[in-house]
């Protein structure tokens, strides 16, 4: 299989289709079973360069994980009021100087747009981390691998998506990711946090999809039920973030209304939409899907850096 993703830039997953997915998974596979040797050839002398100007635990540590696992290095801003941003150089000027400094840049900005623009001032590879409400696409590859390696198969499967549907760019990554199988979604939010209007054209034309507000009877026939997060942080009036807060919770009580088989996902961090209680049970996948993400990026920066692939 040849290499499509050398020295190209991961802005949305809407550039996707299954092969390179399927791309990504295989070289993930491939990566978990070489020893520490062979993995460390793949990014030998490579710099991994990260510019966060939002916050991220999983996303940035997993990607300065990863690229130490296959031989790297990383540097980078992970608070941008202690970078030159402060004093007012653009995003621009940002990038440019982190892609001199770096074989691969990683970035998570609070605008939408952000990541296709600074792909195109980069002078290398440009990894998105996160852009606005918009898109999380190595989110969406770790999100399906996991589906992948846990249920054995993507098409087929009943997936529900719950919670902030309107600003979680997981979602949307997710939505676009699932678009490319035969998969039966069911998106579960209060009305005030359906997906938005703007996205439902492109998603309807590719997707199988229904919505509903009632998660308890939505649950029986899931194999996948994916919990976000609501993210206050992106509501323009406080008022309205209180009338949602704390819509869905999931916990042990939920159990028995579930498959047997289900798995629960969560792209991490939560607040209190799944209890700790339910952490413990072999339905909970969101600390694995965190771990499934150290290495499909590692998989995702191998195939960037390497022109043969893995
Ligand atoms: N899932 C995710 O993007 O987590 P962080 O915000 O911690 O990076």
Redesign the pocket.
């Known amino acids: 299989m040849s290499n499509t993703f050398f020295q190209k830039d991961i802005v949305s997953v809407r550039d996707f289709d299954k092969q390179k997915f399927e791309e990504v998974f295989q070289a993930t596979d491939k990566i978990i079973g070489m020893n520490q040797n062979e993995r460390r050839e793949l990014a030998r002398g490579k710099t991994l360069g990260y510019l966060f100007f939002e ?6 540590l997993s990607f300065e994980s990863a690229m130490a696992s296959i031989g790297g290095t990383s540097i980078g801003i992970a608070d941008a009021s202690s970078s030159s941003a402060k004093k007012g150089e653009s995003l621009a000027d940002t990038v440019r100087i982190m892609s001199l400094y770096s074989d691969v840049v990683v970035l998570r900005h609070q605008l939408d747009g952000s990541s296709r623009f600074a792909a195109e001032v980069s002078e290398t590879p440009l990894i998105n981390a ?1 852009s606005g409400t918009e898109e ?1 696409p190595t ?1 969406a590859i770790l999100d399906l691998y996991t589906i992948r390696k846990e249920k054995k198969r993507i098409d087929g499967l009943k997936i529900g998506i719950v919670g902030d549907l309107k600003y979680g760019r ?1 979602v949307y990554s997710l939505l676009y990711a699932l678009s490319n199988y035969k998969v039966d979604v069911r998106l579960i939010s209060p009305p005030a946090l359906k997906i938005r209007a703007d996205s439902t054209y492109e998603i309807r034309k590719r997707l199988s999809y229904t919505e509903t507000t009632d998660l308890e009877e939505s649950l029986d026939d899931l194999d996948v039920v994916y919990v976000t997060r609501i993210q206050k942080e992106r509501f323009a009036d406080m008022e309205e973030y209180v009338k949602v807060k704390g819509s869905y919770k999931i916990g042990l009580e939920l159990l028995k209304k579930m498959k047997e088989d289900v798995i629960v996902m969560h ?3 939560r607040l209190d939409e799944i209890s700790h209680k339910f952490d413990s049970t072999p339905q909970a996948k969101y600390f694995k899907q965190a771990q499934y993400g150290k290495e499909t990026r590692a998989a995702i920066l191998a195939l960037i850096l390497n022109e043969k692939g893995i």
């Open positions: 916050p991220s635990t999983r996303t940035r996160g999380h989110q997981t792209p991490l961090p």
